[in-house]
Each structure stands twice: as C-alpha cells, then as structure tokens.
C-alpha cells in the first residue's frame, strides 16, 4: 500500500505561483510514475505532468513552460511548481503513483486562480 498526501493548494492571482507537494509513504518502489492530475467543476479528470522513475518528465500542453514536475527520492516527494498561472489552472489537484502493484491517489487540494 501506498499513502499520499497533498498540500500547498490555495487562492493565487492570475500571474502569480504555487508550489504544491506531495508525501508519498509506504512500499515505494524505485521504479514507478509519480504525477500531478487536475480536476476542474463538470470536467473529467485531466494529466498535468509525470515523471518516471524519478527523471523523465513530461507535461499537457496546456501547462508547458509554465509548471515543473520534481521529485526529491530521498524524502519520497514530488512537486508541482505552478507558475504564471491563469483562471483556467482552477482545479483540485491530485498526486499519483503507479508500479508494478498499482496505482494510487492522494486526497487532493485545491487550487484557484482569481483573475
């Protein structure tokens, strides 16, 4: 099993950053795809960015040059560092993890961007 818990969502203006992290704990493998995924009101659930096996990137095109995607192995935790943001960034973000076990998600946290 695999528990991961989200934070550094909040209220941001259009512009401006956020950092979100997520603990991982529990049976982590070194192979695995950890990721950042949105949510907005009435829409599906959406990929923002992964990496793979703690270096191998790759993002949606909507947020390209604007959020990176970190994982610090030591700790078990990966980051989204959100920048520029604009309104339609409105979502509740969720942290998964996937191996050869399975996948997992975290709680989320939500993040919104006033204009």
């Known amino acids: 099993q695999v528990q991961l818990v989200e934070s550094g969502g909040g209220l941001v203006q259009a512009g401006g950053s956020l950092r979100l992290s997520c603990a991982a704990s529990g049976r982590i493998f070194a192979i695995n795809v950890m990721g950042w995924y949105r949510q907005a009101p009435g829409k599906e659930r959406e990929l923002v960015a992964t990496i793979t096996n703690g270096w191998q990137t790759a993002y949606a095109d909507s947020v390209k040059g604007r959020f990176t995607i970190s994982t610090d192995n030591a700790k078990n935790m990966v980051y989204l560092q959100m920048n520029s943001l604009k309104p339609e960034d409105t979502a509740v973000y969720y942290c998964?993890?996937?191996?050869?076990?399975?996948?997992?998600w975290g709680q989320g946290t939500q993040v919104t961007v006033s204009s």
């Open positions: 998964n993890y996937v191996d050869s076990s399975g996948g997992y």
